[in-house]
């Protein structure tokens, strides 16, 4: 019954580190400095260059660029639609007839599109003003804003 012996642990095969892994555990050749070693025995070219401010705290230094920054006054915002603009789509849309939801439906948008365009909050989009144009059936833009809109015959 010695083949029942619980206790006792056989360990068949160990074997110690390898000399590179036992460098490695203790620290003394890091792991980056040993791959650039052995390119260097290929004969291969190796490129390092100094990371610029490593391992210094210099994320929060004032240069040229953040000083001319704050000298900046100007402010600076997107253009808005007019709100002439919108006065004209809310009178296309009494004459033909239409919620803001059936102009939008119509021109595949959202409705806060159109609300956005008629309230001014809208940032000019050519292709939302010209499908706009196409559904109401008056111009938005130019010279011509609120003329009835030309139908161009289509090319063949």
């Given at each position: 019954?010695a083949?029942s ?13 390898s000399?590179?892994?036992a ?7 890091p ?8 390119a ?17 705290n ?5 240069t040229k660029n ?7 006054t ?6 808005r ?5 919108g006065?004209?789509?809310q ?10 939801k059936d ?6 948008e ?7 365009y ?20 008056l111009?938005l833009r130019g ?8 139908a161009?015959?289509k090319?063949?």
């Amino acid at each position: 019954m010695a083949e029942s012996d619980w206790d006792s642990v056989t360990v068949l095969r160990k074997k110690g580190p390898s000399s590179a892994q036992a460098k490695s555990k203790q620290g003394t050749v890091p792991v980056i400095s040993q791959a650039i070693t052995a390119a260097q025995r290929r004969g291969e070219e190796v490129e390092t260059t100094k990371k610029w401010a490593a391992g210094q705290n210099k994320q929060h230094l004032v240069t040229k660029n953040t000083a001319k920054l704050d000298r900046e006054t100007e402010e600076l915002h997107h253009v808005r639609v007019p709100l002439e603009v919108g006065r004209v789509i809310q009178l296309g849309r009494a004459n033909k007839g239409l919620s803001q939801k059936d102009l939008a439906t119509k021109i595949n948008e959202k409705p806060q599109v159109i609300a956005d365009y008629e309230t001014g909050k809208a940032i000019p989009n050519n292709q939302v003003m010209s499908k706009i144009e196409r559904a109401i059936g008056l111009k938005l833009r130019g010279r011509e804003m609120g003329q009835p809109l030309e139908a161009k015959p289509k090319k063949k």
